[in-house]
Protein backbone atom coordinates (compact mmCIF):
# COMPACT_ATOMS: atom_id res chain seq x y z
CA UNK A 1 0.00 0.00 0.00
CA UNK A 2 2.52 2.65 0.70
CA UNK A 3 4.38 1.58 -2.45
CA UNK A 4 1.01 2.54 -4.43
CA UNK A 5 0.65 6.09 -2.31
CA UNK A 6 4.04 6.77 -2.61
CA UNK A 7 3.35 6.98 -6.35
CA UNK A 8 0.86 9.74 -6.05
CA UNK A 9 -2.18 8.35 -7.66
CA UNK A 10 -5.25 10.93 -8.50
CA UNK A 11 -7.75 9.95 -5.58
CA UNK A 12 -10.64 10.00 -5.80
CA UNK A 13 -10.82 11.10 -9.69
CA UNK A 14 -12.80 14.26 -10.83
CA UNK A 15 -11.60 14.27 -14.00
CA UNK A 16 -10.98 12.04 -17.45
CA UNK A 17 -6.72 13.44 -16.57
CA UNK A 18 -7.87 11.78 -13.30
CA UNK A 19 -8.68 8.21 -14.75
CA UNK A 20 -5.04 9.06 -16.74
CA UNK A 21 -3.34 9.71 -13.82
CA UNK A 22 -4.89 6.23 -12.40
CA UNK A 23 -3.80 4.34 -15.00
CA UNK A 24 -0.05 5.77 -15.18
CA UNK A 25 0.12 4.98 -11.52
CA UNK A 26 -1.72 1.93 -11.12
CA UNK A 27 -0.61 -0.47 -14.02
CA UNK A 28 3.53 0.34 -13.16
CA UNK A 29 2.41 -0.48 -8.88
CA UNK A 30 0.62 -3.79 -10.51
CA UNK A 31 2.95 -4.40 -13.31
CA UNK A 32 5.86 -5.00 -9.90
CA UNK A 33 3.76 -6.12 -7.50
CA UNK A 34 2.78 -9.07 -9.95
CA UNK A 35 -0.63 -11.18 -9.69
CA UNK A 36 0.52 -13.64 -7.42
CA UNK A 37 1.12 -10.91 -4.66
CA UNK A 38 -2.31 -9.27 -5.27
CA UNK A 39 -4.66 -11.50 -4.19
CA UNK A 40 -8.52 -11.52 -4.51
CA UNK A 41 -8.44 -10.50 -0.46
CA UNK A 42 -6.55 -7.54 -1.54
CA UNK A 43 -9.51 -6.59 -3.43
CA UNK A 44 -12.28 -7.77 -1.09
CA UNK A 45 -10.13 -5.15 1.28
CA UNK A 46 -11.22 -2.26 -0.81
CA UNK A 47 -14.99 -2.77 0.36
CA UNK A 48 -14.79 -4.53 3.98
CA UNK A 49 -13.16 -3.07 7.53
CA UNK A 50 -10.26 -4.41 9.01
CA UNK A 51 -12.51 -5.92 11.53
CA UNK A 52 -12.89 -8.66 8.57
CA UNK A 53 -9.26 -10.20 9.85
CA UNK A 54 -9.86 -9.88 13.74
CA UNK A 55 -12.58 -12.17 13.93
CA UNK A 56 -11.74 -14.71 16.76
CA UNK A 57 -8.99 -12.99 17.91
CA UNK A 58 -7.74 -12.02 21.33
CA UNK A 59 -9.92 -8.89 22.77
CA UNK A 60 -6.65 -7.58 24.06
CA UNK A 61 -5.69 -7.39 20.49
CA UNK A 62 -8.24 -5.99 19.31
CA UNK A 63 -8.47 -3.48 21.80
CA UNK A 64 -4.86 -2.58 20.85
CA UNK A 65 -5.67 -2.36 17.33
CA UNK A 66 -8.96 -0.54 17.99
CA UNK A 67 -7.12 2.37 19.68
CA UNK A 68 -4.05 2.53 16.87
CA UNK A 69 -6.77 2.91 13.89
CA UNK A 70 -8.64 5.45 16.44
CA UNK A 71 -5.56 7.68 16.00
CA UNK A 72 -4.59 7.13 12.64
CA UNK A 73 -7.81 6.28 10.74
CA UNK A 74 -10.78 8.39 12.98
CA UNK A 75 -12.75 4.81 12.86
CA UNK A 76 -12.18 1.62 15.13
CA UNK A 77 -11.62 -2.20 13.49
CA UNK A 78 -15.71 -1.98 12.76
CA UNK A 79 -15.74 0.35 9.83
CA UNK A 80 -12.34 1.34 9.06
CA UNK A 81 -11.72 0.54 5.61
CA UNK A 82 -9.15 -2.89 5.55
CA UNK A 83 -6.48 -1.11 2.85
CA UNK A 84 -6.48 2.32 4.98
CA UNK A 85 -5.77 0.40 7.97
CA UNK A 86 -3.10 -1.61 6.47
CA UNK A 87 -1.08 1.46 5.96
CA UNK A 88 -2.69 2.92 9.31
CA UNK A 89 -1.54 0.02 11.38
CA UNK A 90 2.00 0.16 10.11
CA UNK A 91 2.81 4.21 11.14
CA UNK A 92 3.80 2.74 14.76
CA UNK A 93 6.42 0.29 13.43
CA UNK A 94 7.66 3.02 10.77
CA UNK A 95 8.87 4.51 14.23
CA UNK A 96 8.18 8.36 15.35
CA UNK A 97 10.47 11.46 14.11
CA UNK A 98 11.19 13.78 17.01
CA UNK A 99 12.11 17.34 16.59
CA UNK A 100 13.55 20.03 17.83
CA UNK A 101 10.93 22.59 18.45
CA UNK A 102 8.51 20.16 18.07
CA UNK A 103 6.08 20.15 15.14
CA UNK A 104 6.01 23.85 14.47
CA UNK A 105 9.65 23.09 13.16
CA UNK A 106 8.15 21.86 9.83
CA UNK A 107 6.18 24.71 9.84
CA UNK A 108 9.56 26.69 10.05
CA UNK A 109 10.64 24.87 7.45
CA UNK A 110 7.90 25.11 4.73
CA UNK A 111 8.18 28.71 5.46
CA UNK A 112 12.33 28.68 4.54
CA UNK A 113 11.30 27.11 1.64
CA UNK A 114 8.70 29.15 0.34
CA UNK A 115 10.75 32.48 0.72
CA UNK A 116 14.29 30.88 -0.47
CA UNK A 117 11.88 30.37 -3.91
CA UNK A 118 10.94 33.96 -4.01
CA UNK A 119 7.54 33.62 -1.88
CA UNK A 120 5.77 35.21 0.53
CA UNK A 121 4.14 34.32 4.12
CA UNK A 122 1.98 36.54 5.89
CA UNK A 123 1.46 35.95 9.22
CA UNK A 124 -2.14 36.93 11.33
CA UNK A 125 -3.77 37.64 8.20
CA UNK A 126 -7.48 35.98 8.76
CA UNK A 127 -8.96 34.96 5.02
CA UNK A 128 -12.64 36.89 4.75
CA UNK A 129 -13.49 35.90 1.18
CA UNK A 130 -12.58 33.64 -1.35
CA UNK A 131 -13.76 35.89 -4.59
CA UNK A 132 -14.70 33.93 -7.27
CA UNK A 133 -16.44 34.64 -10.52
CA UNK A 134 -17.89 32.11 -12.68
CA UNK A 135 -16.80 29.68 -10.28
CA UNK A 136 -12.88 30.30 -10.61
CA UNK A 137 -10.84 32.40 -7.80
CA UNK A 138 -10.21 36.13 -8.63
CA UNK A 139 -8.84 37.17 -5.27
CA UNK A 140 -8.20 36.40 -1.61
CA UNK A 141 -9.39 39.06 0.94
CA UNK A 142 -8.62 39.20 4.55
CA UNK A 143 -9.76 41.12 7.54
CA UNK A 144 -7.08 43.92 7.31
CA UNK A 145 -8.68 45.02 4.24
CA UNK A 146 -6.34 43.19 2.31
CA UNK A 147 -7.35 42.03 -0.98
CA UNK A 148 -4.96 39.43 -3.06
CA UNK A 149 -5.49 39.13 -6.73
CA UNK A 150 -5.52 34.98 -7.29
CA UNK A 151 -4.93 32.82 -10.61
CA UNK A 152 -5.09 29.85 -8.21
CA UNK A 153 -5.92 29.21 -4.37
CA UNK A 154 -5.50 26.39 -2.70
CA UNK A 155 -7.22 26.38 0.83
CA UNK A 156 -5.85 24.60 3.57
CA UNK A 157 -8.83 24.36 5.64
CA UNK A 158 -11.91 22.44 6.65
CA UNK A 159 -14.77 21.84 4.25
CA UNK A 160 -17.17 24.24 6.41
CA UNK A 161 -14.94 27.01 6.49
CA UNK A 162 -13.54 27.07 2.82
CA UNK A 163 -17.30 26.91 1.31
CA UNK A 164 -18.18 29.89 3.80
CA UNK A 165 -15.01 31.73 2.12
CA UNK A 166 -16.30 30.40 -0.96
CA UNK A 167 -19.85 31.32 -0.85
CA UNK A 168 -19.70 35.01 1.00
CA UNK A 169 -17.23 35.57 -2.06
CA UNK A 170 -19.17 34.72 -4.84
CA UNK A 171 -20.52 37.30 -7.49
CA UNK A 172 -22.67 34.57 -9.23
CA UNK A 173 -23.96 32.34 -5.99
CA UNK A 174 -21.42 29.65 -7.10
CA UNK A 175 -21.10 26.86 -3.97
CA UNK A 176 -19.04 23.72 -4.55
CA UNK A 177 -21.41 20.38 -5.22
CA UNK A 178 -19.98 19.29 -1.47
CA UNK A 179 -20.92 22.29 0.21
CA UNK A 180 -24.56 21.14 -0.68
CA UNK A 181 -24.57 18.54 1.17
CA UNK A 182 -22.39 19.35 4.28
CA UNK A 183 -24.50 19.47 7.44
CA UNK A 184 -24.78 22.24 9.96
CA UNK A 185 -22.14 20.68 12.01
CA UNK A 186 -20.13 17.71 11.35
CA UNK A 187 -22.41 14.34 11.91
CA UNK A 188 -19.09 12.49 11.61
CA UNK A 189 -15.59 13.19 13.03
CA UNK A 190 -14.31 14.05 16.65
CA UNK A 191 -12.80 17.06 18.45
CA UNK A 192 -10.45 16.32 21.01
CA UNK A 193 -9.70 17.44 24.61
CA UNK A 194 -6.17 18.67 25.50
CA UNK A 195 -4.30 18.74 28.37
CA UNK A 196 -1.00 20.69 28.54
CA UNK A 197 1.19 19.73 31.23
CA UNK A 198 4.29 20.93 32.02
CA UNK A 199 6.17 18.90 34.79
CA UNK A 200 9.26 18.45 36.81
CA UNK A 201 11.64 16.15 35.49
CA UNK A 202 12.63 14.56 37.91
CA UNK A 203 9.44 12.33 38.50
CA UNK A 204 10.47 11.08 34.73
CA UNK A 205 12.28 7.88 34.75
CA UNK A 206 15.62 7.70 32.77
CA UNK A 207 14.99 6.12 28.85
CA UNK A 208 11.40 6.32 29.38
CA UNK A 209 9.28 5.69 26.18
CA UNK A 210 7.99 9.66 24.82
CA UNK A 211 4.70 8.38 23.30
CA UNK A 212 2.06 6.14 25.07
CA UNK A 213 -1.20 4.99 24.07
CA UNK A 214 -3.17 4.24 27.77
CA UNK A 215 -6.75 2.71 27.52
CA UNK A 216 -8.66 2.70 30.32
CA UNK A 217 -11.79 0.45 29.07
CA UNK A 218 -14.21 0.72 26.11
CA UNK A 219 -16.07 2.70 24.30
CA UNK A 220 -13.05 4.80 23.64
CA UNK A 221 -12.05 7.98 23.58
CA UNK A 222 -13.93 10.86 25.97
CA UNK A 223 -11.00 9.84 28.37
CA UNK A 224 -11.07 5.85 28.04
CA UNK A 225 -8.45 6.33 25.56
CA UNK A 226 -5.62 8.80 26.30
CA UNK A 227 -2.77 9.49 23.71
CA UNK A 228 0.48 10.91 25.56
CA UNK A 229 3.12 12.43 24.27
CA UNK A 230 6.19 13.46 26.27
CA UNK A 231 8.78 16.23 25.28
CA UNK A 232 12.71 14.86 24.81
CA UNK A 233 14.75 15.86 27.75
CA UNK A 234 17.01 17.24 25.60
CA UNK A 235 14.85 19.83 24.02
CA UNK A 236 15.07 22.88 25.45
CA UNK A 237 13.20 25.05 23.41
CA UNK A 238 10.04 23.09 24.42
CA UNK A 239 10.21 23.41 28.02
CA UNK A 240 12.83 24.73 30.11
CA UNK A 241 16.00 22.32 31.67
CA UNK A 242 14.77 20.41 34.28
CA UNK A 243 10.89 20.46 33.13
CA UNK A 244 9.31 18.56 30.23
CA UNK A 245 6.22 19.07 28.56
CA UNK A 246 3.36 16.93 28.30
CA UNK A 247 0.35 16.63 25.97
CA UNK A 248 -2.30 14.84 26.72
CA UNK A 249 -5.37 14.02 24.19
CA UNK A 250 -8.37 12.22 23.68
CA UNK A 251 -11.03 11.73 21.33
CA UNK A 252 -14.62 13.70 22.12
CA UNK A 253 -17.77 14.61 20.82
CA UNK A 254 -18.32 17.76 19.30
CA UNK A 255 -21.70 18.50 20.00
CA UNK A 256 -21.93 17.74 23.65
CA UNK A 257 -19.08 20.99 24.23
CA UNK A 258 -20.75 23.01 22.03
CA UNK A 259 -24.42 22.67 23.11
CA UNK A 260 -23.51 22.75 27.17
CA UNK A 261 -20.95 26.33 25.73
CA UNK A 262 -24.14 27.77 24.35
CA UNK A 263 -26.24 26.69 26.95
CA UNK A 264 -24.98 25.85 30.26
CA UNK A 265 -21.93 27.47 30.78
CA UNK A 266 -21.44 26.12 34.32
CA UNK A 267 -22.08 22.47 32.59
CA UNK A 268 -19.23 23.62 30.58
CA UNK A 269 -16.67 24.23 33.14
CA UNK A 270 -18.05 21.21 34.75
CA UNK A 271 -17.16 18.89 32.13
CA UNK A 272 -14.05 20.33 31.48
CA UNK A 273 -12.97 19.75 35.00
CA UNK A 274 -14.45 16.21 35.35
CA UNK A 275 -12.64 15.78 31.93
CA UNK A 276 -8.90 17.25 32.77
CA UNK A 277 -8.89 15.16 35.87
CA UNK A 278 -9.79 11.74 34.01
CA UNK A 279 -6.72 12.31 31.42
CA UNK A 280 -4.82 13.07 34.42
CA UNK A 281 -5.53 10.16 36.06
CA UNK A 282 -4.94 8.02 32.68
CA UNK A 283 -1.56 9.64 32.38
CA UNK A 284 -0.75 8.26 36.20
CA UNK A 285 -1.15 4.87 35.00
CA UNK A 286 1.73 5.46 32.75
CA UNK A 287 3.79 7.89 34.85
CA UNK A 288 2.71 8.08 38.44
CA UNK A 289 2.86 11.51 40.14
CA UNK A 290 2.12 13.53 37.67
CA UNK A 291 0.19 15.34 39.51
CA UNK A 292 2.47 16.31 41.86
CA UNK A 293 4.92 17.17 39.35
CA UNK A 294 2.94 19.43 37.48
CA UNK A 295 3.77 22.91 37.61
CA UNK A 296 1.50 24.11 34.83
CA UNK A 297 -1.95 22.59 33.56
CA UNK A 298 -4.09 23.81 30.53
CA UNK A 299 -7.00 22.22 29.16
CA UNK A 300 -8.69 22.71 25.90
CA UNK A 301 -11.82 21.80 24.29
CA UNK A 302 -13.09 21.69 20.65
CA UNK A 303 -14.26 25.01 21.39
CA UNK A 304 -10.58 26.68 22.36
CA UNK A 305 -9.52 24.65 19.67
CA UNK A 306 -11.51 26.81 17.35
CA UNK A 307 -10.46 29.58 18.93
CA UNK A 308 -6.90 29.73 18.27
CA UNK A 309 -6.99 27.62 14.59
CA UNK A 310 -10.08 28.89 13.44
CA UNK A 311 -11.23 25.37 12.21
CA UNK A 312 -14.79 25.57 12.85
CA UNK A 313 -16.39 23.64 16.00
CA UNK A 314 -13.03 22.62 16.29
CA UNK A 315 -13.24 19.64 13.80
CA UNK A 316 -10.23 17.32 13.88
CA UNK A 317 -8.51 14.80 12.31
CA UNK A 318 -10.68 14.73 9.20
CA UNK A 319 -13.66 12.26 8.22
CA UNK A 320 -13.37 8.89 9.29
CA UNK A 321 -11.30 6.89 6.83
CA UNK A 322 -14.14 4.39 6.63
CA UNK A 323 -14.63 4.01 2.91
CA UNK A 324 -12.20 4.63 0.04
CA UNK A 325 -14.87 6.57 -1.75
CA UNK A 326 -16.09 8.93 0.52
CA UNK A 327 -13.72 11.26 0.53
CA UNK A 328 -14.35 15.04 -0.52
CA UNK A 329 -12.65 15.48 -3.71
CA UNK A 330 -9.37 17.85 -3.56
CA UNK A 331 -10.73 19.98 -7.11
CA UNK A 332 -13.25 22.66 -5.80
CA UNK A 333 -13.02 24.46 -8.89
CA UNK A 334 -10.97 25.14 -11.97
CA UNK A 335 -7.45 26.61 -10.00
CA UNK A 336 -9.48 25.92 -6.73
CA UNK A 337 -8.29 23.43 -4.39
CA UNK A 338 -8.50 21.87 -0.97
CA UNK A 339 -5.40 20.10 1.09
CA UNK A 340 -5.13 19.15 4.85
CA UNK A 341 -6.70 16.38 6.51
CA UNK A 342 -9.93 16.53 4.50
CA UNK A 343 -8.96 15.41 1.63
CA UNK A 344 -7.63 11.57 0.80
CA UNK A 345 -5.61 10.17 2.73
CA UNK A 346 -6.93 12.21 6.16
CA UNK A 347 -4.86 12.80 8.65
CA UNK A 348 -1.63 12.15 9.92
CA UNK A 349 1.67 13.83 8.77
CA UNK A 350 2.33 11.15 6.07
CA UNK A 351 -0.98 11.23 4.90
CA UNK A 352 -1.48 15.48 4.72
CA UNK A 353 2.11 15.50 3.48
CA UNK A 354 1.12 12.86 0.68
CA UNK A 355 -2.60 14.52 -0.27
CA UNK A 356 -0.63 18.14 -0.74
CA UNK A 357 1.95 16.45 -3.08
CA UNK A 358 -1.15 14.87 -4.84
CA UNK A 359 -2.73 18.45 -5.33
CA UNK A 360 0.28 19.74 -6.49
CA UNK A 361 1.13 17.59 -9.38
CA UNK A 362 -2.23 17.84 -10.08
CA UNK A 363 -2.18 21.92 -10.42
CA UNK A 364 0.81 22.23 -12.04
CA UNK A 365 -0.97 20.27 -14.23
CA UNK A 366 -3.93 22.22 -15.06
CA UNK A 367 -2.14 25.18 -15.12
CA UNK A 368 0.27 23.99 -18.15
CA UNK A 369 3.63 23.55 -15.39
CA UNK A 370 4.30 19.93 -16.61
CA UNK A 371 6.11 18.72 -13.53
CA UNK A 372 6.22 15.18 -11.85
CA UNK A 373 6.07 15.57 -8.41
CA UNK A 374 8.14 12.30 -6.70
CA UNK A 375 8.05 11.19 -2.98
CA UNK A 376 10.68 8.26 -2.72
CA UNK A 377 10.76 6.71 0.81
CA UNK A 378 13.99 8.29 2.16
CA UNK A 379 13.09 12.40 1.08
CA UNK A 380 10.33 14.53 -1.27
CA UNK A 381 11.32 15.77 -4.19
CA UNK A 382 10.14 17.70 -7.27
CA UNK A 383 11.68 17.05 -10.34
CA UNK A 384 10.98 19.12 -13.88
CA UNK A 385 10.18 17.31 -16.69
CA UNK A 386 9.61 18.99 -20.83
Not at 324 to 352: C, E, H, K, M, Y
Amino acid sequence: MWDLALRLPPWLPQSYSDFGGLLSAGVPWFLRRGISELSPSLVLDAFRPVGAHLKGVNERLKLFVDAQLLISAQATSERANALYGAAALDLPRRGVVHLAGGMGTIANKLVYAIRSHGGEVLYRQEVTRIRTEHGMPVAVETKRGDSFPADLVIANLTPWNTAELIASGSSDGYQPTYARKLQIRPREGWGAFMVYVGLDNSVVPADFPLHHQIILGRPLGEGNSVFASLSPDWDESRAPQGRRALTLSTHTDLDRWWRLYENDRQGYDSLKTVMTEKLLGAAEVALPGIRQAAQLIMPGTPVTFQRFTRRKWGWVGGFPQTSLWRAVGPRLARNLWLVGDSIFPGQSTAAVALGGLRVAQMALSEIGVHARVIAPKTRLLLEKVT
